[in-house]
C-alpha cells in the first residue's frame, strides 16, 4: 500500500507536531506543515497530499477562505477541519464548502488517530 501524504496546516508550532505525532503513528508521511492558509495553498499545489488537516483560525488567510480555494484549485481534495472554534454555523459551513469532517480541539487523541487509521486504509482518491 502506498504511503499517505499529509500537510498539516495550524498557526500553532505546538498542534502541528501533536498533529504530526498523532498521524506519523498511524502510518501517515508527513508531505509539509504550513502556519497559514497563504502558505497551505502555495504547498498543496506544490505537493498534492492525500489529505490535509486545517485550522479554523488562522492569520492571513482563516482556515474556511482556504477550505474554500482549496477546493476551487483541487475539486478531490479531502480536508479536515481541526479547530477550538465549537459553532455549529462554522461547522455547517466547512462541510458544504467541501471539508469532509471536523474535528474539536482540544481533540481526543485516540479519536484522531483512528480518523488517520481509517483514512489511510480507505483509498477514496482515483
Same mark, same amino acid.
Do not use: H
Given at each position: ?28 508521511? !508527513?508531505?509539509?506543515?504550513?502556519? &497559514? +492558509?497563504?502558505?497551505? *495553498?502555495?504547498?498543496?499545489? #506544490?505537493?498534492? %497530499? ?5 485550522? !479554523?483560525?488562522?492569520?492571513?488567510? &482563516? +482556515?474556511?477562505?482556504? *477550505?474554500?480555494?482549496?477546493? #476551487?484549485?483541487? %475539486? ?5 477541519? !481541526? ?29 484522531l488517530l483512528e480518523f488517520f487509521i481509517k483514512s489511510l486504509a480507505t483509498d477514496s482518491q482515483p
Amino acid at each position: 500500500m502506498k504511503t499517505k501524504r499529509l500537510l498539516v496546516v495550524d498557526d500553532a508550532l505546538f498542534m502541528r507536531k501533536c498533529i504530526r505525532e498523532i498521524a506519523e503513528a498511524a502510518g501517515w508521511e !508527513i508531505a509539509g506543515e504550513a502556519e &497559514d +492558509g497563504e502558505q497551505a *495553498l502555495v504547498m498543496y499545489q #506544490q505537493i498534492n %497530499p492525500d489529505l490535509v488537516t486545517l485550522d !479554523i483560525v488562522m492569520p492571513k488567510l &482563516d +482556515g474556511v477562505s482556504t *477550505l474554500k480555494k482549496l477546493i #476551487q484549485q483541487d %475539486p478531490r481534495a479531502r480536508v479536515v477541519m !481541526i479547530s477550538a472554534v465549537n459553532q455549529k454555523p462554522k461547522l455547517i459551513e466547512c462541510i458544504k464548502a467541501g471539508a469532509m469532517d471536523f474535528i474539536v480541539k482540544p481533540f481526543d487523541k485516540a479519536r484522531l488517530l483512528e480518523f488517520f487509521i481509517k483514512s489511510l486504509a480507505t483509498d477514496s482518491q482515483p
